[in-house]
């Protein structure tokens, strides 16, 4: 396996930039499956793919999520194209006898609420990491958000259901003109180690 | 921006696969560099990067590892060329001065216990999903894990600092003839939807 040509770690990684301004440029379902089928192959542990995707299109969708955003995170979220609500489902391990198939993985989970949380919030959110390279792998912009009240989003979207919020994703094509310098990264002796 | 080529898609998703077993090719550490200044670009809330890692290569190191892993971890560990300790610190927002330097965003942290542990968690394992396509992209392949003692793990490389274990990833060259059938994932229906 080659290393990956420099254009294409520049459009996942190192060009890439959280946008907030959005071009008036409508993203298509289409794209938003393709980003789906690629982000899931995306390893979890005992493939257990908890992360949920609710894409947020319609009018009514944004008017039900608008109420719930951090003031700050309201005009990008109103101008985005899509809002992807990257939840997890905290029942991911009713699925695993079709993802796991060999073994009876759902005993290892079933009742243990510590365990499923934990499970479903790493590898939700590893999953979350994917999501994001594949969104720009298909040439989408990303603006992640944290800024929202996720008991009331997960009251506006998800009673009922097992399915709970992580972070928030706004998509589309975004305004390059509209972006400030980029921040700081920390250097390699200050976040790794070789040991 | 266009859609990333398919050969770039395989070599990070769709064909990459969990290896357990490794060919004898050693990873120099300038390939761990190059990893880290790949997947430090990658987005976290507030530019806060909590994750860190800890590249356990030499025999000393592994033998301080594998004690704490799942007895089913130790001989794929034990084989890979480096094993990374995918970890984050606690004290992530003392370095926001530098990361997120416009505001006093080390305010919006300090001396909230719980904000902290959510947020370097699910910005922690972002960031190892963007380790994984990283590596990836660097012509690596990966084998992560969850099965292991925690606790132990960090009495043992992280006792009296503030950085605690996420989970940990083989690293190497896979030896392709050991892989298994690949296991499905959920359909777009089942994880996804627009609204």
């Known amino acids: 396996m080659s290393v990956l040509d420099t254009e294409a770690q520049h459009q996942i990684l ?9 071009l008036n440029k409508p993203v298509a379902d289409e794209a938003l499956h393709r980003i789906y089928d ?3 192959w995306g390893q979890t542990s005992a493939n257990t793919s908890p992360a949920r995707l609710v ?10 999520l608008l109420p719930c955003l951090a003031p700050g995170n309201v005009d990008k979220t109103k101008a985005a194209p899509v809002t992807a609500i990257v939840a997890m489902d905290t029942a991911f391990y009713e699925k695993l006898p079709k993802l796991f198939p060999h073994v009876d ?8 609420a510590a ?5 479903a919030f790493r590898n939700g959110s590893l999953q979350g ?4 390279l594949a969104a720009r792998a298909m040439g989408l912009d990303c603006g992640p958000m944290s800024g929202f009240d996720n008991a009331k989003l997960d009251a506006a979207f998800f009673a009922g259901t ?18 400030h310098p980029r921040f700081p990264r920390l250097d390699f002796n200050e976040a790794c180690r070789i040991v």
């Open 162 to 179: 097992t399915w709970k919020s992580n972070f928030l994703c706004n998509l589309g094509y975004g305004d390059p003109t509209k972006l």
């Open 105 to 112: 993985a759902r005993s290892w989970f079933a009742g243990k």
């Open 55 to 64: 894409f947020v299109k319609s009018k009514e969708g944004k008017e039900k």
């Open 14 to 22: 190192i060009k890439a930039r959280t946008h907030s301004a959005w």
């Open 129 to 132: 990491g994917y999501f994001i």
């Open 38 to 40: 690629l982000m899931k």
């Open 115 to 119: 365990l499923i949380e934990e499970t």
